[in-house]
């Protein structure tokens, strides 16, 4: 007997089942995008290898480490996406979509990074993101920070807590890199391997250790916060101050960095704490330089990507969500049911969207298939007999409530059932 094929290691289905609360937290997102006028962008899950390696730097730990690259047939790089934002701006700079009026777009879909897979973590993912290009203000800033503020009240995700911190300009961050890496050089005999390699690497990262011996280490590191000029300080206090305008709650985290190099200025993250290690369900800021990394002229952008995973784990220890509920289930036996039956089913969802509808398949008494009509958690079965199909007819069985059948007119059937569905 044949081994059966497994799925690989860190990718997994999404089986029916769980499919319900994706379908929630995808329909959410759309309808708050819209709502600010955001529009849908779709890229390829392939590109050149380079898209990531200039946007998100070669010293980190998803270039060096966790990109699925490959060489195709012509000796080309190519990079399955561990991101989504660099992606976006090759678009936008390659269908000439910048360096007019303010651009708003989102996307969806699955991301690849090897890592080692655990609670949270996958090796493919999914993320929902948005991207503000043209406006370098803090009010983008803290529109951005809105919209995902009406999204997790959109969802009733009351826990999720708002961190922000600033990480300044691009010479402001290169003098504090060197300041904390002194640092941490003088420390290096307390620090294990790996935070020593960063040390060297990216330094920056060691910011995000979770290591508590590290942690404490950093209790006494400079401060990014202290290295701002007057512009930068100026930003992140405005931005802070539409924030307490519009009533959004937010924790200043002065350690806070994010894990691409292309970052700058306003950073955050919204972080729960249900889900053990694996905190943070979105992530994002503001990436002024991102677009002459490029190729282009230089254009401010800021946006945020959230884990679907992680948001859909939260909404499923929520246990208010039920299935979508089946309406009808269509019993048919005798001479002439298998032509009735189908055609009553075409009519019917065609005229009734809403209708979900259950059509018996491979035959069987009545008794069986309404054993397959209760299993299939039905509230109605429309039954067509010999007796009913000669006559012209339809009988309504109520599967869930002690109501009497009824019998209709076959024209009668498709606005009881419109009603049936309004009243439920």
């Known amino acids: 007997m044949t081994t059966p094929i497994r799925s690989i290691r860190g990718m997994h289905d999404i089986l029916p089942e769980d499919v319900c609360h994706w379908q929630v937290l995808e329909k959410a997102a759309e309808q708050v995008f819209a709502s600010s006028n955001y529009a849908q962008i779709r890229v390829p899950l ?22 699925y690259s490959f060489a195709d047939r012509n000796g080309e790089s190519l990079s399955l996406r561990p991101e989504g934002t660099a ?18 777009l989102w996307y969806s879909g699955p991301m690849f990074r090897y890592e080692r897979p655990q609670k949270g973590r996958s090796r493919q993912f999914h993320q929902i993101g948005a991207e503000l290009f043209g406006a370098p203000g803090p009010d983008a800033d803290a529109e951005v920070l809105a919209l995902g503020t009406r999204l997790w009240s959109r969802l009733g995700l009351t826990d999720l807590r708002l961190e922000i911190n600033s990480l300044g300009t691009a010479a402001e961050r290169r003098a504090y890199r060197e300041l904390l890496q002194s640092f941490l050089r003088a420390h290096q005999a307390e620090l294990d391997d790996e935070t020593n390699e960063r040390v060297e690497r990216n330094p920056l990262r060691v910011l ?47 350690r806070l960095v994010r894990g691409l190099d292309y970052y700058c200025h306003t950073v955050f993250e919204w972080i729960t704490d249900e889900l053990g290690a694996q905190g943070t369900v979105c992530a994002g800021g503001r990436y002024d330089s991102l677009v002459e990394l490029q190729g282009g002229k230089p254009w401010p952008g800021i946006g945020f990507a959230m884990g679907k995973e992680r948001l859909v784990e939260l909404l499923r220890q929520k ?22 039956a189908l055609k009553l089913a075409y009519d019917l969802r065609a005229g009734s969207p809403g209708l979900r509808l259950v059509n ?12 397959r009509a209760d299993r299939s958690g039905a509230s109605l079965a429309l039954v067509l007999g010999e007796e009913e199909i000669s006559n012209g007819q339809v009988a309504v069985k109520f599967l869930r409530s002690d109501e009497a059948q009824l019998t209709l007119d076959r024209d009668e059937v498709l606005d009881w059932i419109r009603t049936y569905i309004d009243s439920i």
């Open 360 to 371: 018996n398949l491979n035959g069987g008494s009545f008794k069986t298939q309404f054993k």
């Open 319 to 340: 246990d208010d969500m039920a299935p979508p509920v089946v309406h009808a289930y269509l019993v048919a036996a005798g001479a002439g049911s298998t032509e009735s």
């Open 46 to 67: 392939l590109e050149k290898t380079e898209v990531f390696t200039r946007a998100i730097g070669s010293a980190t730990d998803v270039v060096s480490k966790e990109m």
């Open 208 to 254: 995000d250790s979770k290591n508590p011996q590290v942690i404490a280490l950093l209790e006494t590191a400079p401060l990014l916060t202290d290295q701002l000029g007057a512009a930068s300080r100026d930003h992140y206090q405005n931005v802070k101050r539409y924030l307490d305008l519009l009533g959004i709650g937010y924790f200043e985290n002065p």
């Open 87 to 104: 992606g976006v701006v090759r678009a936008v700079l390659q269908n000439g979509l910048l360096y007019g009026p303010v651009r708003r």
